[in-house]
Nanobody
Framework: VQLVESGGGLVQAGGSLSLSCVAS????????MGWYRQAPGKQREAVAT???????NYADSVKGRLTISRDNAKNTMFLQMNSLKPEDTAVYYC????????????WGQGTQVTVTS
């Protein structure tokens, strides 16, 4: 099983980025998936999660700016990030198969998002 993120990069404040996470080696259509992030010197935090049926949940800090979605047929999850802020700078990880709050079986390697002011 492998999760591969892509789409990170450098963007100015107010800009947008779109992250993708492609899952291979398994069918995750019936499992919850999520995006997490970790900034330097900080603990990893949940950004957004999405259940198999499409129910979503967001951290308060990103509500209205970031949108999580998934394409079960393609085993792919997305994170559309708009109105980015410097405090969104972090390594973003995708995760699949939730077994407990914040705990997932599979994790990607992460993709760097840097937002400049």
């Amino acid at each position: 099983v492998q999760l591969v993120e892509s789409g990170g990069g450098l963007v100015q404040a107010g800009g947008s980025l779109s992250l993708s996470c492609v899952a291979s080696g398994g069918d995750f259509s019936r499992n919850s998936m999520g995006w997490y992030r970790q900034a330097p010197g900080k603990q990893r935090e949940a950004v957004a999660t999405i259940r198999s049926g499409g129910v979503t949940n967001y951290a308060d800090s990103v509500k209205g700016r970031l949108t999580i979605s998934r394409d079960n047929a393609k085993n792919t999850m997305f994170l559309q990030m708009n109105s980015l802020k410097p405090e969104d700078t972090a390594v973003y990880y995708c995760a699949a198969v939730q077994i407990a709050p914040g705990k997932y079986v599979y994790w990607g390697q992460g993709t760097q998002v840097t937002v400049t002011s």
